[in-house]
């Protein structure tokens, strides 16, 4: 069912690689054969280890820190980080209120594994002596664990000064009155658990300082390098210019690399304090229990609808537990914010009241994971459509279909202002139903099964939002908004391309898609196009990889640049000709006019090599062009997808085996699609982590329990189907191509899906499961409740 | 994650093991495939001063019958098992716990008297081997002595073995051509240590069983004489005749407190009664 679409293409040598082409990963040669270089394989001369001495508590008073005699000099705490500032992300939204977060904890902490001291030997493992020499005097104060009782008065407070634990509240309504005497009326609360993003390659760290440059360079595993120098630079006081960041190949991110961490902060400092190079690595427990927390949410939600399913309006009540302290650049709030404004979904609703709270707890801070707020949001919307179906006494998929925004309305602006720009979201919720076969599941069902288990199918839709830009962040107000994306087309003496863009892959493949997007208008083979991204030194600014932009934007950007790029070639071109610029085109990389040809290799040799072959009045631009790019509109593209999800559940065990997937998903115009449908794919995996196994809990004392990927699942192969992927290709008529972010789409709806087809397997039991993850646990435990209210009943 | 500073010593055979372990006063610890101790290493939740690795030692990588009676040197691996590398009289019932160990890799090093010797409830052979009734042959500088395997493991990571004291050998009895067996796991995915696991040997000519509930966070709970679990008697028709409501009872006695655990764990014994039965 795959659609392999042909683009057309000019014939030549480069045929058959621009927009559109299925073509081999140019990062694969060096990555499948482990000659790729991340941040822990750099080796520095006289390069040192660094450990961290972190809290072993949730919330504590340091009454002192004691290191031995022996390790004076190895071991540095807050009061040796003169001059350094805290990391600060402030919100513009009214009522944020800011935290501070120390570098190396002052006074106290608020999170275990917060940073209280800094050990540096020759390795890794002498370090972690050291810090296991260090003792701490800690006056455990009482934790905030539990966001909802965070809110109450009298709670314990993470910020004393803050007087409540509340980081922001915001409330948006629109005619929620005209709702309430809908017939019907459904009520419940849902809940998504705390998540750990888990990259492959945790995070890493290699700083150093060039003493020539007089330029403090950071080797870091990250996702926006450019605005990890700003974040850096305001916290060490340094000039913006004097720091070099290098992210090098980096082995997934999922908004876990987006953050500013105290370990930068820390080792940078440290190599200016020691004049040695000097290095941390993540490692899995810290990760796990000391650093990117995600997904926790929690919505009281009310759906209003008519008899025949149609939506009347969503009253909810949403609550983020934000952790500890506020992330730079992305803030303890953008996830409720993001909550509160895409509710709705890609579903009409006349009516509308979100309220939201950020909450502050003695938990790690609240990233953005691939999907931000979308997979909550998504969970919490979509369980509740089903549970309308089921009181409308409809199939859910038609409950949808009488909903969703429609083709003829497009572009069209929901209730929240969010600006749909394309798309037929009904027609990708009827291929999914037909790929899934929703009546032979139904007859399945009717049937029943031999061993016992009991089948469902469910189903999820969501869309989107990627690229925004401007207008949508500045209303965000955090230390980060996106503007013009930049990038440098160079060509190089012997006619080959380099890009410099400032975005960063953390696996998007855009080594291979940017070049294609080059080819696409200079026609160079893509062999000869060289991608430089992930270094502040090399690249023009970029807010980086986040929000699934980097094809929009840095590929609208590469695109323009390729454009001036072809009419400074032509120009020149056309002078050795002897031609009018009007009568020559740049065809399959040659400037071709009526009486002849020149190739790009020609023109940039004659450019750079043979200058006396040009004539005196040749344009001076030469053939490198910086070019900024944003869509006509930067509110962001909206690509969206259906996915089916068939499962069987074992009511004795409370397994659940995922047996059939389908999603159908539409991402505008297709740069590669052989890359989108591993974004898919891979999101997939998480989605499936998620819905199924991904928590982690915390104790009454704000204890971490899952330290050890033994008590983290993490899907692996055997949890993961082989599933069904179909592609619509509506374009954006904003961006160059029509292409639409899709990165992170295949992680927000499987959730959704697959509890909803747990919840259609069980409904004839009458119970239904509204928390992620749904372990065999809970849903025995959900079974034996319903049975034990049916007795009481009896 | 790296260990804390210890001292190593690979002997070259049992006697020269067992005198490291005896003679030191440091704190030691043995490793064989290292597939528990190596993690709790790197998360420094072990410390010893000593390791003592046996895994040279070709004294415990021994199959041998003794007369009715399978015995495995300790540092067999759970692959030689499931690799048919060693003999087998239990006519695939090791094999079949073997070969669902977490996976090939762990399998590949990870050994049986390490995996006994570490005592994680939630692990295969201490259930599989108690309804076996399978002993032990623990060996110290002083001596030998033999225990049955569910005497051995006393609680969570908790063990009866002594100081300088290993598992040497594993006796398995043959299985007799009347007996059933049965063997189930419940596991959250793929290869994790299960949360529920039900073994039972069944001989309804003999009108006997064996029956083990695992994976308790406790010692497993081993039935020797289950005719309760039976309304009674033991016979062809042990599969109907099984009592929920006496397992669930006997997880109550035994201190699990949740019912939704009690359910699947009740679940899972069933299903083995079932396989057996099969």
């Known amino acids: 069912m795959r659609n392999e679409r042909d683009f057309p293409h000019q014939d030549g040598p480069g045929a058959g690689q621009g927009v559109g082409a299925r073509l081999p990963r140019k990062e694969d ?22 450990a961290f001495v972190r809290s072993p508590l949730a919330h504590a008073l340091i ?163 450019h605005v990890t120098r700003s974040g850096l630079a305001e916290c060490l006081g340094m000039e913006q210019g004097r720091i070099r960041i290098i992210s090098p190949d980096v082995g997934g991110g999922f908004g876990h690399k987006g953050i500013l961490l105290p370990e930068e902060v820390c080792l940078s400092w440290l190599t200016m304090r020691c004049g040695h190079p000097v290095r941390w690595t993540e490692d899995r427990r810290e990760h796990l229990t000391a650093s990117a927390n995600c997904r926790e949410h929690h919505y009281k939600i009310t759906v209003y609808a008519d008899r025949d399913g149609r939506l009347r309006g969503i009253d909810c009540e949403a ?37 939201t709270f950020s909450v502050a707890t003695n938990k790690c801070p609240i990233l953005p994971y691939r999907g931000v707020a ?35 309305q497009m572009p069209f602006d929901n209730i929240t202002n969010k600006h749909f720009d394309s798309g037929d979201y009904p027609e990708a919720m009827r291929r999914a139903l037909a790929a899934i076969d929703l009546e032979a599941v139904r ?55 380099e890009l410099r863009v400032g975005v960063h892959s953390h696996g998007q493949s855009m080594e291979t898609t940017l070049a294609q997007v080059a080819h696409e208008i200079l026609g160079i083979n893509v062999a000869q196009v060289h991608v430089i991204h992930g270094d502040t030194a090399m690249t023009p600014y970029s807010t980086g990889t986040w929000g699934s932009r980097s094809m929009v934007m840095a590929g609208g950007a590469v695109g323009t640049a390729c454009r001036e790029l072809a009419e400074r070639a032509k120009r020149i071109g056309a002078k050795l000709l002897q031609h009018d610029l009007a009568s020559v085109v740049l065809q399959n990389g040659e400037v071709r006019g009526v009486n002849g040809s020149v190739g790009l290799k020609e023109i940039a040799h004659t450019w750079y090599r043979r200058p006396q072959d040009l004539p005196s009045d040749v344009d001076p631009h030469g053939l490198e062009v910086t070019a900024g790019y944003k869509p006509q509109r930067d509110s962001g593209t909206f690509s969206y997808a259906a996915h089916a999800a068939v499962v069987a559940v074992d009511p004795e065990l409370g397994e659940v085996e995922i047996l059939d997937y389908v999603f159908v998903e539409d991402g505008g115009v297709l740069v590669n699609p052989m890359v989108v449908d591993g974004q898919i794919y891979g ?38 189907p082989a599933a069904r992927l179909d592609h619509m290709e509506t374009p954006s008529p904003y961006t160059q191509f029509g292409v639409k972010g899709i990165g992170e789409g295949g992680a927000i709806a499987p959730p959704a899906a697959i509890a909803n087809a747990v919840n259609d397997a069980l409904r004839p039991l009458g119970v239904e499961l509204l928390q992620s993850p749904i372990t065999p646990h809970r849903i025995v435990e959900a079974i034996l409740a319903r049975r034990e209210m049916q007795r009481g009943a009896a | 994650m790296k260990p804390a500073p210890f001292a190593y010593e690979r002997p070259r055979d049992l006697t020269a093991a067992l005198s490291l372990l005896g003679e030191t006063a440091a704190s030691a610890k043995v490793i064989a495939g290292g597939q528990s101790l190596g993690p709790m290493l790197n998360l420094r939740l072990a410390a010893p001063e000593l390791i003592v690795d046996i895994s040279a030692l070709a004294e415990l990588k021994q199959a041998e019958h003794h007369g009715d009676e399978l015995v495995l040197g300790a540092c067999v691996t759970h692959a030689d098992i499931e690799d048919g590398r060693v003999s087998d009289l239990t006519r695939g019932a090791m094999q079949g716990i073997a070969a669902n160990i977490a996976y090939r890799a762990v399998r590949n090093r990870g050994t049986i008297g390490g995996s006994l010797s570490h005592a994680d409830p939630a692990a295969d052979w201490v259930s599989g081997l108690a309804a076996m009734g399978a002993r032990l042959t623990l060996r110290s500088r002083g001596g030998t002595r033999i225990v049955n395997v569910e005497d051995f493991i006393v609680g969570a990571l908790e063990s009866v073995l002594r100081l300088g004291e290993i598992v040497e050998t594993i006796h398995i009895p043959a299985r007799s051509p009347s007996a059933h067996w049965g063997y189930v796991k419940s596991c959250r995915r793929t290869g994790e240590f299960a949360h529920a696991i039900g073994a039972v040997l069944i001989d309804p000519n ?36 099984f009592d929920a409501r006496v397992a669930d009872a006997i997880l109550v006695k035994a201190g699990v407190s949740n019912a939704a655990q009690r359910h699947i764990h009740v679940s899972v014994l069933r299903r083995a009664i079932r396989e057996a039965a099969a």
Request: hydrophobic residues 40%; glycine residues 10%; charged residues 20%.
């Open chain 1, 29 to 50: 040669d060096r990555l499948m054969r482990g000659r790729g270089q991340f941040v822990a394989d750099i080796r520095l001369a006289g390069l040192q280890d660094v």
């Open chain 1, 443 to 497: 007859a399945r069902q009717h049937r029943g099964e031999p061993d016992g288990r009991r089948i469902g199918i469910g189903l999820s839709i969501y869309c989107e939002q990627a690229a925004h830009g401007t207008s949508v962040y500045s209303g965000w107000g955090i230390p980060m908004v996106p503007g013009h994306e930049q990038a440098t087309a160079r060509l190089t003496p012997d006619g080959g391309l």
């Open chain 1, 63 to 225: 009454r002192g820190i004691q290191v031995p005699e022996r390790y004076r000099a190895n071991v540095f705490t807050a009061a040796d980080l003169i001059g350094v500032n805290p990391i600060r992300a402030v919100s513009g939204l009214p009522g944020f209120k800011i935290s501070e977060q120390p570098v190396l904890a002052v006074g106290k902490v608020r999170q275990v594994g917060e940073l209280i001291a800094m050990c540096v030997a020759r390795t890794r493992a002498e370090a972690e002596d050291i810090a296991a020499a260090v003792t701490l005097e800690l006056e455990e104060l009482p934790a905030v664990y539990d966001m909802l009782k965070a809110r109450e008065v009298g709670s314990a407070l993470v910020h004393e000064h803050w007087g409540d634990n509340i980081f922001l509240e915001t409330n948006f309504e629109v005619d929620i009155s005209s709702a309430l005497d809908a017939p019907i009326k459904v009520t419940r609360e849902i809940s998504t658990a705390r998540q750990c993003m888990s990259p492959l390659e945790g995070r890493g760290v290699v700083a150093t300082f060039d003493h020539r440059l007089d330029q403090l360079t950071l080797y870091s595993a990250a996702q926006m390098p």
């Open chain 2, 206 to 241: 003999a009108g006997k069983a064996r029956v083990v509930i695992g994976a308790i966070e406790a010692a497993p709970i081993v039935l020797k004489d289950p005719l309760e679990l039976f309304g009674g008697h033991i016979a062809s028709d042990y599969k109907d005749r």
């Open chain 1, 374 to 408: 979308r997979t909550g949001v998504c969970f919490a919307l979509e369980l509740m459509l089903d549970l309308v179906a089921a009181e409308a006494g409809l199939e859910p998929g038609e409950v949808r279909l009488r909903n969703l925004i429609r083709p003829e």
């Open chain 1, 319 to 355: 609550t983020v537990d934000s952790g500890a302290y506020s992330s730079y650049p992305f803030s303890a709030c953008l996830e409720a914010a993001q909550v509160a404004s895409i509710l709705p979904g890609p579903y009409l609703m006349p009516a509308y009241r979100c309220r």
């Open chain 1, 683 to 720: 999101g997939l995996a998480q989605g499936i982590g998620t819905a199924l196994y991904e928590e982690m809990p915390f104790d009454t004392a704000g204890q971490p329990l899952a330290t050890t990927l033994a008590d983290y699942l993490l899907p692996g192969p055997t949890e993961v």
